[in-house]
């Protein structure tokens, strides 16, 4: 049985390390929650990420939640969540109090322009490991560049746009499951 100790470690050192928000977070849960200790399979690990997407606030903070309840229940959520962003938490007040001092630096502000494309490649790497588990292939990837597209050049709504999807799913759904 998985320790609440456990679960607060393994959280606090993922949400010390990693920079870029929760879905930068994906390949250190990943590793850490299935490859390391095999507390969830790829498939449980992935439908966690499914219901953390789905609910309201920070996507790190409920995939703490999800996966702590998952292995513990009420308290494993509680110790995952405190493990995730106590680090954060006292990072950002003090990086707010240093950028105050700093932020007219150059070098400053070319570090933070430099590390954008690292973030932006840590989120497309779970992205991608992601879609081979839950076997999207490329038949189905002109669905998400087409929901970008929308909302980028045409300001669509991503409320809207995640309506329509869902609305959409739905109808498939159906229809699929009439034909068996």
Not at 114 to 128: E, S
Request: hydrophobic content about 60%; glycine content about 8%; some cysteine.
């Amino acid at each position: 049985m998985v320790k609440y100790c456990d679960l607060f470690y393994i959280f606090f050192k993922i949400g010390t390390f990693t920079i870029g928000g929760g879905y930068a977070m994906l390949p250190l849960m990943e590793r850490e929650v299935v490859d390391r200790r095999g507390w969830l399979s790829r498939e449980e690990f992935l439908d966690q990420v499914a219901l953390s997407q789905a609910m309201p606030g920070v996507f790190a903070v409920n995939m703490a939640a999800v996966v702590g309840n998952r292995l513990r229940g009420l308290w494993g959520s509680v110790a995952a969540i405190v493990g995730n962003i106590l680090m954060p938490i006292v990072f950002i007040l003090l990086l707010a109090v240093a950028l105050r001092q700093v932020r007219t630096i150059a070098v400053v502000d070319h570090f933070f322009m430099g590390v954008r494309p690292a973030v932006v490649a840590l989120i497309a790497a779970p992205v991608f490991s992601m879609a081979r588990t839950a076997h999207i292939g490329w038949r189905n990837c002109w669905l998400p560049v087409a929901a970008a597209l929308l909302i980028w050049l045409l300001g669509v709504s991503p409320v809207a746009v995640i309506a329509v999807a869902a609305a959409a799913g739905f109808v498939v759904g159906k229809i699929q499951n009439r034909k068996k």
